[in-house]
């Protein structure tokens, strides 16, 4: 399988915004789209699902996996790492985000693990867990309360699917900035990310699936 770098996928996404004129948030609901319904394939219809999301565009995937899953009627339960409320409302995170509180879906909000541990009754019920913490903008160790909290959801050890890369990987150089959510499958988008196939990278990523989100096939060509 042939590999690129962080820096190759986010110039690509890039030129399919600015140049094809793709908006960012087509390219984000093909994503999200795209990899709900891998997981559904993945989870069968009778599981439950937590998905965690972070603040920026990886997050922004999770919030359209959760709507797709929830639409599909999985039992999903969505997890965001800060305030809802910082989230820029014209963002394609906002954006997806507004979506699913107008469709009453709850965002539970964590800061620290004894907010995730209030929600134990939620998340010790569901089978699988969808990490969409960070992708390809993680760029320095994960410290303070989000790397206690990614080391809590670590040690429950459920069946994890991560969105575009592991979170905590470093997606050309495959170390581990602190701590890391090994996934069971990783659903990476347009391409397969370089950190997957060298030193800590082939342990923590899993099956691969790449989800096609329409960058168009003549710039894919180019690299
Ligand atoms: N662009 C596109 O067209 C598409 C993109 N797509 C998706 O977007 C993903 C990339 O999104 P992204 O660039 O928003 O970065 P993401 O990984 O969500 O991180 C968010 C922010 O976290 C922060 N941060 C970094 N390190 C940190 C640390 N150690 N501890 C704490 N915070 C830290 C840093 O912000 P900072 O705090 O530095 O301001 C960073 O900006 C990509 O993987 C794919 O899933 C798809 O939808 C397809 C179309
Ligand atoms: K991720």
Known sequence: MKAYSKEQIRELDRIAIEEYQIPSVVLMENAGAGAARIIAREMG?????????GKGNNGGDGFVIARHLHNNGMNTHVFF???AAQVPVDSDPGINLRILQNMKIPIREVSD???LKEYKDIWQNCDYVV????????????????????SEIKSW???NIAIDIPSGLDGNTGEI??????AELTITFALPKKGFFVQDGPNVTGNIEVVDIS?????????
């Open 177 to 182: 900035y602190g701590v890391i959510l090994p």
């Open 131 to 150: 990490d969409a913490i960070f992708g390809t903008g993680l760029c320095r160790d994960i410290s303070g309360n989000l790397h206690t909290i990614m």
């Open 215 to 223: 960058i168009p096939k003549e710039l894919v060509e180019k690299l």
């Open 157 to 159: 050890n459920k069946k």
């Open 81 to 83: 790492l800060g305030e």
């Open 45 to 53: 219809a009778q599981k439950s699902v937590a998905i965690f999301c």
């Open 113 to 115: 693990v004894d907010s």
